[in-house]
């Protein structure tokens, strides 16, 4: 069954501290994959995308994700959080053929906590 | 440009009265589609649409229909509604396939948070 894991239900990082927030994924092939972040009482914003080529990729407000296929994990990374990054984050995968291209498996979510 | 808007943002039902939620979008988008989003379960697909005039189930269709009869419009309507159906529901759309790096890539609404009583 397709499905997509995020471990970690809530994360509590200091301030400038490094954050790595975990992704792995069950898919028949190759998925588009996706992170999305969620402020209090906001919809959601996408962070960063992989569809094919460099398995590092970068996405906006300094994070960035590695895609790898051994272990169809998707991990999310910033090297020093910000209190503003305080949110919750979605990990999500989606096929890569047919009309139905955009029905997206999300996790449950990763809060993350920021302390001063 | 507008985006994916969502209209009401609040809405409180009784058990049994229906209810549409209104989905637009202007980005001239095929694919729209409506998740619901309830505290640690992520977002979950309740129908989509390919096109104008095609409509498909999700992982959670029971108790919602939709429509697709412009581009633009994915209404979401409730016919009885249930207090399982308290949750946030959004709409969202993209790009069809064959477009650039844009396919796939899905545009959120703010979101309809609905309570069921």
């Known amino acids: 069954a397709q499905s997509v894991t995020q471990p970690d239900i809530h994360i509590t990082v200091s301030e400038g501290a490094s954050l790595e927030l975990r992704c792995n994924y069950s898919?028949?092939?190759?998925?588009?994959l996706f992170w999305y972040v969620q402020s209090p009482g906001q919809g959601l914003q996408l962070l960063l995308k992989?569809?094919?080529?460099?398995?590092l990729v970068q996405g906006i407000k300094g994070f960035e994700a590695e895609f790898k296929r051994s272990q169809s994990s998707f991990n999310l990374r910033k090297p020093s959080v910000h209190w503003s990054d305080a949110a919750e984050y979605f990990c999500?995968?989606?096929?890569?053929?047919?009309?139905?291209?955009?029905?997206?498996?999300f996790g449950k979510g990763t809060k993350l906590s920021v302390k001063p | 440009n507008a985006g994916v808007t969502q209209t009401p943002k609040f809405q409180v039902l009784k058990t049994g009265q229906s209810m549409t939620l209104q989905c637009a979008q202007d980005?001239?988008?095929?694919?729209m589609s409506w998740y619901r989003q309830d505290p640690g379960m992520g977002l979950r697909l309740i129908h989509y649409?390919?096109?104008?005039?095609?409509?498909d189930q999700g992982e959670v269709p029971n108790g919602y229909n939709v429509s697709r009869s412009t581009t633009e419009d994915f209404p979401l309507r409730l016919l009885s509604a249930a207090p399982s159906q308290t949750s946030v529901y959004f709409c969202?759309?993209?790009?069809?396939?064959?477009?650039?790096?844009?396919?796939?890539?899905?545009?959120f609404g703010a979101g309809s948070r609905l309570t069921v009583l």
């Open positions: 969202a759309s993209s790009q069809p396939r064959g477009a650039s790096s844009g396919a796939n890539v899905l545009t």
């Open positions: 898919y028949g092939a190759t998925p588009y």
């Open positions: 992989y569809f094919s080529g460099d398995t």
């Open positions: 999500a995968v989606g096929g890569r053929y047919g009309g139905s291209q955009g029905n997206l498996i």
């Open positions: 980005m001239n988008h095929e694919y």
């Open positions: 649409s390919v096109g104008a005039g095609i409509t």
